[in-house]
């Protein structure tokens, strides 16, 4: 690895205690009490009341296992665990806290309280280590609110600037930027706070894998070697409003039908890739006035697409939008496009899965290696450090549901081979 003298100062045992899964169950349950949709999945969208009192819990937890808690002007909290030389660049782990509407309790919550737990584990064993240590919880990593992901980790990246905040919004039209204001954040400042100032030695992030080739091989970790980027567009049918029995079907210029054919144009070209990993999924959907005996004359509705590769989705999307072209004018609508995000993936860094690979070897875990197709907060932290990432396994592959499910065995096997590594790494030159 071209930015890492890989000399260990000195030989660091493995930890000597393995990750408390008490603990981390603990954790988990106790942070699905922030939520706006008991008894029907976890809903904490990011910045609002139950996001806040859920960050509350955490830094008050990151606090009792002795770290050192600060928060940055999007939200994002750090807990360290200062090393011998704070002057060399620290080492992070870390996810979200923020969920979809009626999601799981493990979607980036799993990372969160294994970082925690890793940094405790390394903390009680005395192990000394060069480097700081820092478990993160970015804020807003799904883009359910304000139509933008990764906001915390965008903002350190450097790829969210404050004209974004004012420019995405959600669909009440309150502001992102608004939203912060309102948070106590003082979103005006941004420009000088971000992107991140000071560099970071390595990243490694737990996450759940919302997907069941974990499963399907019976292995309780993934070690991931690659994550998949996001394509993120608004996509507008502008047609004629008009009665449903009074228009026959030759006359109409129906928006909804226009969308729903943009829609299969969409799946056919992602099912017809012979990309790995591209995904199209249309998500949202509105359709004005939405009434059942009227045309709909306006429709808007998300699109979103993934790949491990930024050409396969460009190949896609030149289909996608020759294809809204002929069905344009074919069916006598007006389409508009607008792109919000077209992310390159991020190739996990060798060293690290190497190490994590080693590390797993040595607690006699065993593991594959796997590519992420959701997109994660390590996606955006790629702009400025080396990354890798740890995966659980999701029981039936099911995720983004309130069905989501990951063992605590499985989650706490993943936290030991996460702090054997994060200290490692915190112990290269
Ligand atoms: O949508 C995603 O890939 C992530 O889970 N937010
Ligand atoms: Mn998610
Ligand atoms: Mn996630």
Known sequence: MSL???????????LDQKASAKNLEKW??????????PGNGTTRPVYTKEDMEARRYVRDLMSSVGLEVTEDNAGNLFGVLPGEDPSLDPVWTGSHIDTVPNGGKYDGIAGVFAGIEALRMIKESGAPHKRNLSVNVYSG????????CCIGSRAI???????????HSEPSGKSLYEALKDAGYQPDSFDQ???????????????????????????PVGIVTGICAPTNLV????GVQSHAGGTSMTARRDAYMAAAEISLLLERLALESDSMYITGTVGEMALEPNAAN???????????????ALEDKDALLEKFFSGIKEIEERRKVRVTTEMMNHDKAVICDKHIVELAREVATDLDIPVMDIVSGPYHDSLMLGDITNVGM?????????????????????????????ANTLLKLANEA
């Open 141 to 148: 990593e799904e883009m359910s609110r304000f139509g933008v």
């Open 157 to 167: 990246s450097g790829r969210l600037h404050l004209e974004d905040l004012k420019a």
């Open 4 to 14: 890492f003298n890989i000399c260990i100062l000195k030989e660091v045992d493995s």
């Open 390 to 418: 740890i995966f659980v396994p999701s029981k039936d592959g099911i995720s983004h549901n309130k069905a989501e499910w990951t063992s605590i065995e499985d989650i706490a096997r993943g936290t030991d081979i996460l």
């Open 193 to 219: 706070e971000f992107p991140c100032k000071t560099p970071v030695y390595a990243s490694l992030e737990l996450h759940i894998e919302q997907n069941d080739v974990l499963e399907k091989a019976e292995l």
């Open 28 to 37: 988990i349950e106790e942070l699905d009490q922030f939520n706006q949709t």
């Open 294 to 308: 009227v045309i709909p004359g306006h429709v808007t509705f998300s699109v979103d697409i993934r790949s491990v």
């Open 235 to 238: 996509v507008e049918v502008f």
